[in-house]
Antibody, heavy 122, light 107 residues
Framework: EVHLVESGGGLVQPGGSLRLSCVAS????????MNWVRQAPGKGLEWVSYISSRSRTIDYADSVRGRFTISRDNAKNSLFLQMNSLRVEDTAVYYC???????????????WGQGTTVTIAS | DIQMTQSPSSLSASVGDRVTITCRAS??????LAWYQQKPGKAPKLLLF???KLGSGVPSRFSGSGSGTDYTLTISSLQPEDFATYYC?????????FGQGTKLEIK
């Protein structure tokens, strides 16, 4: 069973940057499309970004487009989220999550990390 | 963008009850729908995908149905571990929006 472990969260001032990482426990990571999803304190889930298995397809929520960049290194079983120009409203727990099966069109998420907390405050 | 509206926002029920949560999409999503369960301080857990397919290891008391714009999650007989918040999410193109959540509480 694959496990995902996020890291890189922390406290940053508005306008700052952070880079989140997500490491998968199995080499099958290179076959999997991935997402980042966030959850602000006391709020619901918000999809943030998607990347296909070979990085050919990438997309973002409008709320982060132009500020966040998703990427991956399949050789290192790793997913990243570079977050720039951070705002107070980006404060949230950030989860990485595996797409069920992009080839079959099942873009729901079946494996989630434990989350990493990002706090934007002065 | 496709918006997802869940109802009710909260629900009180007892162990053994049958519970139904509804999710409505702002346009047809061709069964491209997943349901998740989330407990406080934990990551979401996949329950169902493709509207009615059970996720791995999910008990059979959970079921999903629907078509077009309207979908339901049913728990046939509530167990103590089922009290949590439930979210629907469409994946009929990005952005993969979630519903606002339904908090299921013990009566």
């Amino acid at each position: 069973e694959v496990h995902l472990v996020e890291s890189g969260g922390g406290l940053v001032q508005p306008g700052g940057s952070l880079r989140l990482s997500c490491v998968a426990s199995e080499s099958t990571f290179s076959d999997d499309a991935m997402n980042w999803v966030r959850q602000a304190p006391g709020k619901g889930l918000e999809w943030v970004s998607y990347i296909s298995s070979r990085s050919r397809t990438i997309d973002y929520a409008d709320s982060v487009r132009g500020r966040f960049t998703i990427s991956r290194d399949n050789a290192k079983n790793s997913l990243f989220l570079q977050m720039n120009s951070l705002r107070v409203e980006d404060t949230a727990v950030y989860y990485c999550a595996r797409v069920i099966d992009a080839f079959l069109g099942y873009y729901g998420m079946d494996v989630w990390g434990q989350g990493t907390t990002v706090t934007i405050a002065s | 963008d496709i918006q997802m509206t869940q109802s009710p926002s909260s629900l009180s029920a007892s162990v053994g009850d049958r519970v139904t949560i509804t999710c409505r999409a702002s346009q047809g999503i061709r069964n491209s729908l997943a349901w998740y369960q989330q407990k406080p301080g934990k990551a979401p857990k996949l329950l169902l995908f493709a509207a009615s397919k059970l996720g791995s290891g999910v008990p059979s008391r959970f079921s999903g149905s629907g078509s077009g714009t309207d979908y339901t999650l049913t728990i046939s007989s509530l167990q103590p571990e089922d009290f949590a918040t439930y979210y629907c999410q469409h994946y009929f193109g990005t952005p993969y929006n979630f519903g606002q959540g339904t908090k299921l509480e013990i009566k």
